[in-house]
């Protein structure tokens, strides 16, 4: 009976969602946001949110859990009323793919900002490995693209980032070379905001801080969506050799690591929403494969790789777009202490030239880029009513 009943439920939702769709009219004035499956409020929709005239548009976020976004619009995800706003929001502004169950109307307007410049390969680029647990990979491939072709605009930060989204994405969508909204922060910050983050997370203004920001790995499955993560860096060395310095531990948000790490001069952020307030307080980043030294070397401070599965990874997960050995102004190293070794040798290493291929100067304004674009197909579309 209840198999029956879920069944007749479930068709009864469908029908719901398809009667809706017929009789809802897109709202010039609506904009939905969705940030990493709804897990955060962060990244370039928050950037976004954050700068956009919320008297002349109405925003709301679509997230797993909206206790936990108190002062923030907020919509919980898989509910008919998210359902009922998607149908009827203009501009539908993700930095991940969007679920399937959402039917793009015409006239609504899907905003792609992505989350980073690829250092490893992507989609269509990436090794065909199929992981237990996890999708296939042809599977996964039909499914990013029944989202990608949904997408309007698809953001970038330059010519190279550019290349590799159209090679590994194959989206129709129109790119916006401006860079990403979540990096206004980056440009545009004061010491004031850098103490005042530090205070928050419990700091020392005079600590050193060390961001360790590791990726997720394809073969580490764990079901739908989650990842473990094996960590191979020893903090205890870390903390010993480098014992001014705190260390912030920030997993990726696929990774479900179920007990967190406890060691002196360790605190684990990877719950904290905007990464980029972490980046703002650290004198240096620590990542494996992950793109996020990209946006940090806005900063024009020093980052490294630790890559103990570097041949596993190259070889038979992703792949790399760059030659992580040749194009990137340190080599990555399998050991802890090869790591503290670099660490200890940053003032020797010029950061300055990758910065500039990668983070061109006009990228400073792509929140009001952002905001002139999304005021433009509004008024095109008759404006706010």
Known sequence: MKVIRAIKDFRLGRRIRRLLLRLTRVENDLIIFDSFLGRY????????????????????????????????????KGSFRAFYYLSKAKFVISNVRMPLAWKKKKGQVYLQTWHGTP?????????????????????????????????DYLFSSCPYASEKFKSAFRAPAKILEIGYPRNHKLYHHTSEDI????????????????????????????????????????????????????TLLRYHYLVNQGERLECENVIDVSSYQDINDLFLISDILVTDYSSVFFDYSILKRPFFFFTPDFEEYESELRGFYLDMNQDLPVKPVRTTEELIQQIKQSDEIDFEDFFSLYNPEKNKECIQRTLDLIDTICEDAGGVK
């Open 119 to 151: 250092l490893k390969r992507l989609v269509y680029d990436q090794i065909a490995f199929d992981a237990p647990s996890a999708p296939s990979f042809e599977e996964y491939c039909v499914r990013f693209t029944k989202d990608s072709d949904r997408w």
């Open 195 to 246: 103490f005042e983050i530090k205070k928050k997370l419990g700091i020392p203004p005079e600590k050193k801080v060390l961001l360790y920001a590791p990726t997720y790995r394809d073969n580490q499955n764990v079901g739908a969506g989650r990842y473990f993560f094996n960590d191979e860096l020893d903090y205890e060395l870390l903390s010993k050799d480098l014992s001014d310095t705190v």
């Open 41 to 76: 409020i962060s990244d370039s929709p928050l950037a976004i949110f954050e700068h956009i005239d919320r008297e002349k548009y109405r925003c709301y976020f679509i997230v797993e859990q909206p206790e936990n976004f108190e002062g923030y619009p907020t919509i919980r």
